[in-house]
């Protein structure tokens, strides 16, 4: 019954009528194989800026940014999640709460011994997040892609929507290697 209830929630989510106009077939077909059309619009960078998810079914982003205080440390809860509507005009707006609880969401579990936190997100949760700050006092969010220590830089979501409900096909985790500064790439299928 949960996984019934899931796949409902999570096809409504990825749907093009909750989430805005649905994706061309030449979006689809512009996708580079290992990450986002080039038409795609990169949220702007920012002091709090972690990462963000897209995904093939149109172009609304999920934004995932630091909360912080005045002293620079992480707020209680660390992250503001929120969409910003590319396929409109570019406005920001809150998630609903199914979207927070059921697929953009995330659960955070602070480090008993520094200000840190780490993430599991709410429709993967198998790779943790590290939520942290550089010597420089920079938030950064940092995981294993492909087998390396990286700052996760966006996630790149595939899925079909050509049946009654889309089916994600593959996860694409991008990242940049902390030590080399080297972009790194992994896919997760499903």
Same mark, same amino acid.
């Given at each position: ?7 409902? &929630?999570?096809?409504? &989510?990825? *749907? ?14 512009? $996708?580079?194989?290992?990450?986002? =059309? ?22 609304? /982003? ?5 909360? &912080? ?8 809860? =660390?992250?503001?999640?929120? !969409? ?12 609903? !709460?199914?979207? @927070? ?16 936190? !780490?993430?599991?997100? $709410?429709?993967?949760?198998? @790779? ?5 700050? /550089?010597?420089?006092?920079? =938030?950064?969010? /940092? ?18 929507? *050509?049946?009654? !409900? =889309? ?12 030590? /080399? ?7 997760? &299928?499903?």
């Amino acid at each position: 019954m949960k996984t019934a209830i899931f796949i409902i &929630l999570f096809a409504y &989510l990825f *749907s093009p009528v909750a989430s805005g106009q649905g994706s061309t077939s030449a979006e689809k077909e512009s $996708t580079p194989p290992n990450g986002r =059309p080039a038409d795609y619009i990169t949220p702007p960078k920012t002091e709090r800026s972690l990462f963000f998810i897209q995904r093939n079914l149109n172009k609304n /982003t999920i934004v995932y940014d630091a909360r &912080l205080k005045s002293d620079g440390s992480f707020e209680g809860k =660390p992250i503001d999640v929120y !969409w910003r509507r590319y396929a409109t005009t570019g406005e920001r707006r809150d998630l609903k !709460w199914l979207e @927070r609880s059921f697929a953009y969401g995330y659960n955070a579990k602070k480090e008993k011994n520094d200000n840190s936190y !780490w993430i599991e997100l $709410t429709a993967y949760d198998k @790779r943790k997040i590290h939520l942290q700050k /550089t010597p420089d006092g920079k =938030p950064v969010a /940092t995981m294993t892609i492909g087998g390396k220590y990286c700052q996760l830089e966006y996630i790149w979501v595939f899925a079909d929507n *050509s049946g009654s !409900w =889309p089916k994600v096909k593959h996860v694409d985790l991008h990242g940049k290697n902390m030590i /080399t500064g080297e972009p790194v790439f992994e896919r997760i &299928l499903n």
